[in-house]
Protein backbone atom coordinates (compact mmCIF):
# COMPACT_ATOMS: atom_id res chain seq x y z
CA UNK A 1 0.00 0.00 0.00
CA UNK A 2 1.23 3.11 -0.74
CA UNK A 3 0.67 6.57 0.97
CA UNK A 4 -1.62 9.21 -1.01
CA UNK A 5 0.10 12.32 -2.41
CA UNK A 6 -1.72 14.17 0.32
CA UNK A 7 -3.97 14.45 3.05
CA UNK A 8 -6.28 16.61 3.96
CA UNK A 9 -5.78 18.32 7.50
CA UNK A 10 -7.57 16.42 10.27
CA UNK A 11 -8.81 18.63 13.37
CA UNK A 12 -10.24 17.73 16.55
CA UNK A 13 -13.70 18.53 17.00
CA UNK A 14 -13.47 21.58 19.73
CA UNK A 15 -10.00 22.16 18.59
CA UNK A 16 -9.03 25.86 17.97
CA UNK A 17 -6.74 26.99 15.26
CA UNK A 18 -4.73 29.18 17.90
CA UNK A 19 -4.46 25.66 19.61
CA UNK A 20 -2.97 23.96 16.65
CA UNK A 21 -0.82 26.81 15.63
CA UNK A 22 0.34 26.75 11.20
CA UNK A 23 -1.85 24.29 9.53
CA UNK A 24 0.88 22.92 8.17
CA UNK A 25 5.14 21.58 8.91
CA UNK A 26 7.08 23.96 6.98
CA UNK A 27 9.21 22.60 4.24
CA UNK A 28 12.13 21.00 6.12
CA UNK A 29 15.32 20.01 4.93
CA UNK A 30 17.65 17.00 5.85
CA UNK A 31 20.41 19.99 7.33
CA UNK A 32 18.19 21.31 9.82
CA UNK A 33 20.32 23.75 11.71
CA UNK A 34 20.86 21.11 14.68
CA UNK A 35 20.85 21.51 18.28
CA UNK A 36 20.23 18.02 19.32
CA UNK A 37 21.35 14.99 17.46
CA UNK A 38 20.78 11.43 17.82
CA UNK A 39 21.48 7.63 15.67
CA UNK A 40 18.82 5.53 15.31
CA UNK A 41 19.24 1.86 13.18
CA UNK A 42 16.12 0.59 11.89
CA UNK A 43 15.18 -3.29 12.86
CA UNK A 44 12.72 -5.39 12.35
CA UNK A 45 10.55 -4.52 15.48
CA UNK A 46 10.05 -0.75 13.73
CA UNK A 47 7.99 -2.83 10.74
CA UNK A 48 4.42 -3.13 10.60
CA UNK A 49 2.69 -6.03 8.76
CA UNK A 50 3.74 -4.12 5.08
CA UNK A 51 7.12 -4.37 6.28
CA UNK A 52 7.23 -1.11 6.17
CA UNK A 53 8.71 1.19 9.21
CA UNK A 54 5.34 2.56 11.54
CA UNK A 55 4.85 5.94 11.20
CA UNK A 56 5.01 5.95 15.09
CA UNK A 57 8.51 4.84 15.13
CA UNK A 58 9.19 8.12 13.17
CA UNK A 59 7.61 10.45 16.21
CA UNK A 60 9.45 8.25 18.50
CA UNK A 61 12.57 8.81 17.56
CA UNK A 62 11.63 12.35 17.61
CA UNK A 63 10.87 12.20 20.99
CA UNK A 64 14.36 10.00 21.94
CA UNK A 65 16.70 13.06 20.06
CA UNK A 66 14.68 15.74 23.00
CA UNK A 67 16.66 15.78 26.18
CA UNK A 68 15.27 13.67 29.12
CA UNK A 69 15.02 16.85 31.76
CA UNK A 70 12.14 17.74 29.15
CA UNK A 71 9.90 14.88 28.94
CA UNK A 72 10.13 14.84 32.94
CA UNK A 73 8.34 18.15 32.92
CA UNK A 74 6.66 19.25 29.70
CA UNK A 75 3.75 17.55 28.09
CA UNK A 76 3.10 17.91 24.29
CA UNK A 77 0.34 20.66 23.43
CA UNK A 78 0.69 20.65 19.70
CA UNK A 79 1.89 17.88 17.47
CA UNK A 80 2.66 18.45 13.68
CA UNK A 81 4.25 15.64 11.60
CA UNK A 82 4.67 15.31 7.80
CA UNK A 83 5.83 12.29 6.40
CA UNK A 84 8.04 11.88 2.94
CA UNK A 85 9.49 9.35 2.66
CA UNK A 86 9.89 5.10 4.02
CA UNK A 87 12.59 3.92 5.76
CA UNK A 88 14.11 0.38 5.79
CA UNK A 89 15.35 -2.20 8.12
CA UNK A 90 18.47 -2.16 8.44
CA UNK A 91 18.99 1.62 7.68
CA UNK A 92 20.56 4.04 9.55
CA UNK A 93 18.90 7.29 10.76
CA UNK A 94 19.45 10.77 12.01
CA UNK A 95 17.02 12.88 14.21
CA UNK A 96 17.94 16.20 14.53
CA UNK A 97 16.37 18.90 16.76
CA UNK A 98 16.09 22.36 17.45
CA UNK A 99 14.16 24.40 19.42
CA UNK A 100 12.29 27.31 17.98
CA UNK A 101 11.42 30.90 19.16
CA UNK A 102 7.42 30.49 19.66
CA UNK A 103 5.23 32.98 21.78
CA UNK A 104 3.23 29.45 22.63
CA UNK A 105 5.99 28.36 24.97
CA UNK A 106 9.13 25.72 23.75
CA UNK A 107 8.69 24.48 20.10
CA UNK A 108 10.97 22.18 18.32
CA UNK A 109 11.37 21.36 14.82
CA UNK A 110 12.85 17.88 14.40
CA UNK A 111 13.90 16.30 10.97
CA UNK A 112 13.55 12.45 10.59
CA UNK A 113 16.23 11.31 7.94
CA UNK A 114 18.27 9.05 6.08
CA UNK A 115 21.69 9.00 7.67
CA UNK A 116 23.31 7.13 4.31
CA UNK A 117 24.81 9.43 1.95
CA UNK A 118 21.78 11.03 0.26
CA UNK A 119 20.42 11.82 3.65
CA UNK A 120 17.08 12.19 2.18
CA UNK A 121 14.55 13.47 4.68
CA UNK A 122 11.85 10.87 5.78
CA UNK A 123 9.76 12.92 8.20
CA UNK A 124 9.26 16.60 9.16
CA UNK A 125 7.71 16.97 12.61
CA UNK A 126 6.98 20.11 14.98
CA UNK A 127 6.30 19.66 18.82
CA UNK A 128 4.69 22.16 20.99
CA UNK A 129 4.93 21.93 24.86
CA UNK A 130 3.68 23.06 27.76
CA UNK A 131 5.14 22.57 31.68
CA UNK A 132 3.07 20.03 33.77
CA UNK A 133 2.22 20.93 37.17
CA UNK A 134 4.24 19.08 39.68
CA UNK A 135 2.38 17.51 42.20
CA UNK A 136 3.69 17.46 45.92
Not at 41 to 48: G, I, K, M, P, R
Not at 87 to 108: H, M, W
Request: net charge negative; charged share 20%; proline share 4%.
Amino acid sequence: MRLPQSIDPFRLPGLSADILGEDQVPAMSSELSVGLEKKFEVCATHLDFNDHVNNVCYLGWALDSLPADLLRTHAVRMLLLNFLSEAKVGESILARTQQCVSENGLKYRHSIASAEVDSQLLAAIETGWMPVSSQS
